[in-house]
């Protein structure tokens, strides 16, 4: 604010309004670049915090080990989609993946290498949903929930067989050489399409269910939930 007021009273009121700063006429040339400067400095400042909280936003939501979302962003975001669902009348699914005899390979090969494995998983497994709506969570151990917002019962089961697929077709490489990882999934989806009264608890017990169905079955599969 460039001002000819010299009344504190004017000068309080112009900062209230909004403005950051004041100059009072006939403006000083050298006063201008220092306040030029310090506000610079203030929006460096800003920035530099903005852009710090967002990265320590994306570290408390994400799984450090294999990059994908973590259990608390399932558990805050999943009743946010469902809520969306039921809003506006869509369809909404999710796929629940287990690494099958995961615990052999930790047992055999070291915990270091079922790492290793659960980040390939993973990598193939977002590599084969929409970037641009779909998310993944790792929901628990070697336990993946895949989100599918705008995704009808079939088009979810497609996806977790392409998962699926690509999981088992190609030996994962590790530190200790390829091994053949498979998984088994369970897919749910919203009742009808909409939210209806289901919880996110509700419907991840429902894909459980399935997915449990897949393992006794033979694992390597895809179940759909009833």
Known sequence: MLTGHTDVADLVAGLEAGADDYIRKPANEAELLARVKSGCRIVELERSLSAANARIRQLSITDVLVGTYNRG???????REIERARRYGRPLALVLADLDEFKRINDVHGHGVGDEVLKCFARRALGSIRQSSDWMARYGG???????????????????EKVRSGCAAEPMATSTGEHVVTASFGVAALSDGVGGAETAEVLL??????????????????????
């Open 205 to 226: 017990r429902r894909a459980d269910a399935a997915l449990y169905r897949s393992k006794r079955e033979g694992r390597n599969r895809v179940t759909v939930a009833s």
């Open 142 to 160: 070697e336990e993946f929930v895949i989100v599918l917002p705008e995704t009808s019962l079939a088009d979810a089961v497609a996806v977790a």
């Open 73 to 79: 962003y399932l558990d805050e975001e999943l009743p």
